[in-house]
């Protein structure tokens, strides 16, 4: 199955958690919206009104006839065919859920910038930003980041499912990634004390390829117009 | 099966989803947090270490030896059992993205009144709410109902599935309850425009087993703890 990725084409943004996935298994896939005329053919899925099922919003996946929405959606049908996850329903829903919490976490590490409003520009919401940030960096990280790490630790195994990667393994590795781009100082202070994520982290980057993912043109650079974005002001 | 259902006993919540589904379909459920000394079983249940499989939060659901937290995730597991959703898979996954851009929104609902964070009492963010209910309901509200009507549209059939009712359909009922109870004059104003939402939501509340639900003292009442909080300076 050659799989086609629609995603806005400049930043990592939640494209990220399926482009990791593919890439992990070697899997054939386009990522339509960086090839030529690919933003057209974006544009045109997502406003055909006859197919009756279009998505809210990029990323989604082309796989045969199937155009499936929702990050999380995707690694679900992706999961047991790229061999990211095992074939028992307990297994799936399990992963899914850890997958479900990591969106939730994502969408707060975006709010952080954005508080107020996707419509409006950062410099708009400054003020808010700062104390959402403030918040986030204090009790959310680790919150999240201790909820990882206590699965981690209750297993005391390589990856978050068991003995084998998962899609879980990868979007945890690229959360941390993202953090730690964003919130340089929070996540220093932060990592001594979650070990095992850290560790899976750096499993995750190290494998084959993924390292070869990480350091080609393949891997958009993050930068201030994604969802893990860099601001001084929001990390101190 | 007898489903056990772990939720927040004062507020309709992200476990009403859940309790929608259980309840059109006449399953046999216990709310345990509002049962004696129910939230002490909560409690136990989300620290139980040994488990391995922690939730990250309420709501969760107890199914035989299974426990399955995300709303949405929930709502997956118990779709097709429940008869509220097709076997297929492309139905499945469909249902599901349809039910986490509903996720999103409700998100986004809950964001309005606490755009800060959650630690902090609404009073302490009241500015910074207004800034983002003026977003939400200009924008993001009209945004979810136009996508759904138009969807409703594209289809030409009374549930969003198909001729059945499907635990989205309950969701997108829940969503505009909600929203009445929050924002009644956007509402007032945007409900016009979308007819074929307005009908769905009727034809749910008209079912037989939720109609005698939502008249129930099992329906927790609307109130200003919950996801939907009325704050008339937040609807004008």
């Given at each position: 199955m050659r799989y086609e990725l629609y995603y806005w084409p400049s930043i990592q943004g939640r494209g990220e958690f399926v482009r990791l996935a593919l890439e992990e298994a070697g899997a054939e896939y386009v990522d339509v919206a960086r090839t030529?005329?690919?933003?057209?053919?974006?544009?045109?899925?997502?406003?055909?009104?006859?197919?009756?099922q279009p998505p809210f919003a990029p990323p989604f996946l082309k796989a045969g006839k199937l155009v499936i929405a929702q990050t999380a959606n995707i690694l679900f049908y992706l999961g047991p065919r790229l061999g990211l996850v095992s074939e028992p329903e307990p297994a799936r829903l399990w992963a899914h859920q850890l997958q479900l919490t990591i969106a939730d976490w994502v969408a707060?590490?975006?709010?952080?910038?954005?508080?107020?409003?996707?419509?409006?520009?950062?410099e708009q919401q400054k003020a808010a930003a700062r104390r959402r940030a403030a918040d986030f960096r204090s009790n959310r990280v680790p919150k999240y980041l201790g909820y990882f790490e206590r699965i981690l630790k209750s297993k005391g195994s390589e990856f978050l499912m068991d003995k084998r990667v998962s899609y879980v393994d990868l979007s945890l590795f690229q959360m941390i990634e993202g953090l730690r781009y964003a919130f340089p100082r929070t996540m220093a202070r932060l990592e001594a004390k979650h070990p095992r994520s850290v560790e899976l982290h750096d499993r995750v980057a190290a494998r084959p390829r993924l390292a070869n993912y990480l350091s080609s043109?393949?891997?958009?650079?993050?930068?201030?117009d994604g969802i893990f974005r860099h601001y001084r002001e929001l990390d101190s």
């Amino acid at each position: 199955m050659r799989y086609e990725l629609y995603y806005w084409p400049s930043i990592q943004g939640r494209g990220e958690f399926v482009r990791l996935a593919l890439e992990e298994a070697g899997a054939e896939y386009v990522d339509v919206a960086r090839t030529p005329r690919g933003m057209k053919a974006m544009t045109r899925l997502m406003e055909r009104r006859a197919a009756g099922q279009p998505p809210f919003a990029p990323p989604f996946l082309k796989a045969g006839k199937l155009v499936i929405a929702q990050t999380a959606n995707i690694l679900f049908y992706l999961g047991p065919r790229l061999g990211l996850v095992s074939e028992p329903e307990p297994a799936r829903l399990w992963a899914h859920q850890l997958q479900l919490t990591i969106a939730d976490w994502v969408a707060e590490a975006h709010d952080t910038h954005h508080p107020i409003a996707g419509s409006l520009y950062y410099e708009q919401q400054k003020a808010a930003a700062r104390r959402r940030a403030a918040d986030f960096r204090s009790n959310r990280v680790p919150k999240y980041l201790g909820y990882f790490e206590r699965i981690l630790k209750s297993k005391g195994s390589e990856f978050l499912m068991d003995k084998r990667v998962s899609y879980v393994d990868l979007s945890l590795f690229q959360m941390i990634e993202g953090l730690r781009y964003a919130f340089p100082r929070t996540m220093a202070r932060l990592e001594a004390k979650h070990p095992r994520s850290v560790e899976l982290h750096d499993r995750v980057a190290a494998r084959p390829r993924l390292a070869n993912y990480l350091s080609s043109p393949r891997r958009v650079r993050f930068n201030e117009d994604g969802i893990f974005r860099h601001y001084r002001e929001l990390d101190s």
